[in-house]
């Protein structure tokens, strides 16, 4: 449950940073499920429409203690958990895309016995 009110919260956080630069955009975060039959699995997508991760940090987003905020600001420990607790520890897959200045995606799949 944790992992889920982090990437929210990040979510949240990145919308309404871009709508301080943007007076007109209104914030959202959008969260969908999908029940992936196939796999006896559910996917879960928790998108943004804030400033976005450059592809840089894309690469290490989920690396301990890296962290996309600025200096003193976070601990870089959030994603790497959340990681671990869905790859390692429940054999489910984690991915992020994003498009600089557009919106920033995080797409959980996790198997049906672990939901």
Known sequence: MCLFINIINKACQFAYERSLAEPNLKPEVLIKT?????????????QDNGTGIPQNMLDK???????????????????????DLIVTRNEGQISVDSKLGVCTTFTI???KHIA
């Open 109 to 111: 799949i996790l198997p």
């Open 61 to 83: 987003i989920f690396a301990p203690f890296f962290t996309t905020k600025p200096k003193g600001k976070g601990t870089g420990v959030g994603l790497y958990f959340a990681h």
């Open 34 to 46: 999908k029940n992936l039959v196939e796999s006896n699995s559910i996917e879960i997508a928790i």
